[in-house]
């Protein structure tokens, strides 16, 4: 009490501690650490600390990719996109095209728009319009960038060549219809190297693999799923599937041989819908949700699927996240559906395994998502993916670019990647091959090869309407094309004629009432 009372004190306590706070200010950093931790054992370890912290980020070449959405004149705009309450990307691109799922009165229809076309679309553009139902989910050809195939509410598989500039007029006949399915099919996607064959997936819980070449069912999967099937991927050479099912079991199947192979129950213990994909390495990626509707995303070793080899948990939004994945650059892409997000990670063989890397945001919700092939992308801007986002009534293009200042070819960034030709046909792989997809460089950019488009329109079964057996087109059936362009030539011709007389004829009927009218006037 007399100390805090007495001033003097005071003040010579005050003298002292500025005097120790300045002494400390004067020393080096080693000597202050050594006050501060007691010994140089601790300043070592200090020390390690802050150099182990620096190693916390971690070295990647696409820590900087971002995200960059198209100017308004890039977009497609005034489109209707479909309304249906279906959890697919309702887009497909290629290269050379953008298709869409829109609202159709009358049945199912979607648009294809050549990439060049954009701004405002007319309503009268044509459509692609067989379905007598909702289109439900689409998929390019990977193999033939006029082949596009559908599926639909209406329990249909349609396959369509789109001819070579595009559509003229409205499309009502498909190349082949697919018939099998009982109940709406909702997924379709093509054989990754074998030519002309297609996966279609239904709400009768089955799936089959068609031969679009004759328009068979060859392989039939019925009992092996209990309820919907979400989604089918197939592995990098097309040996095996893996499904996510309304069950909650994500099952890895030998589509050959009809077994399942490895199968994990309650991969994601939610009750919204799951996802499952084939990563190039042979493991599967999944998203879904937990027991407490936080969305996740996990990996799964087919070998063991007791547990997972990592589980990130990420918000508790409602969308279905949609995962697109880059075999090239082991990144993967996340579009929730109704978000307005596209997270982004890169998967590596080291754990955790699962890096995130960035997140773009724009402030419109997606209804869809559209992802371009490797070849479709600009390879002198670093352009690493390019998606296709839609809005209600719009299509926008994302950009995703790692940044590098050399105007020199990224070998990196860009290693070969899976180009448009098959490397089997069909019956091969039911015979049992197998084939990794033939690779390309990229060096020069994509340029489709005119003898390749050559040799793949003379051998495509897709140019025969109606589920016929392969074979080549003769040079009689090459000179049939102006034929029959004459012959319709000569049906309008007529057509034109009998209206015309119509009017005539009526047009002599008016007179005579007239003449009748004005003697009953009179």
Known sequence: KKLHKSKSTQELLSSFMFQVRFGLSRLSKTAQLSIMFGSGQHVKSSAFLSTDMRRVVRQSKFRHVFGQAAKNDQCYDDIRVSRVTWDSAFCAVNPK????????????????????KTGRIDK???????????????????????????????????????PENGLVTSMSEPVVVLEGHSKRVGIITWHPTARNMLLSAGCDNQIIIWNVGTGEAIITMEDMHPDVIYNVSWNRDGSLICTACKDKSIRVIDPRKGEI???????????????????????????????????QLALWNVENMEEPMTVNEMDTSNGVLLPFYDPDTNVVYLCGKGDSSIRYFEITDEAPYVHFLNTFASKEPQRGMGYMPKRGLDVNKCEIARFYKLHERKCEPIVMTVPRKSDLFQDDLYPDTAGPDSALEAEEWCEGKNGDPILISLKNGYVPGKNREIKVVKKNVLDHKGPKKTEHPSPDKKCASPNKSEAKLEEILKEIKSLKDLVSSQEKRIIKLEEQMSKVAI
Request: glycine fraction near 10%.
């Open 124 to 162: 009268s553009y044509p459509t692609v319009c067989g379905h007598t139902g909702p289109v439900l989910d689409i998929d390019w050809c990977p193999h033939n960038d006029q082949v596009i195939a559908s599926g639909s509410e209406d329990c249909t598989v349609m396959v369509w060549q789109i």
């Open 97 to 116: 095209y953008v298709a869409i799922i829109i609202e159709a009165s009358g049945g199912g229809a979607f648009l294809v728009l050549p990439l060049h």
């Open 261 to 295: 192979i490895a199968e994990k129950e309650k991969a994601h213990e939610g009750a919204r819908p799951m996802r499952a994909i084939f990563l190039a390495n042979g493991n599967i990626l999944t998203t879904g949700f937990s027991r407490m509707s936080e969305r």
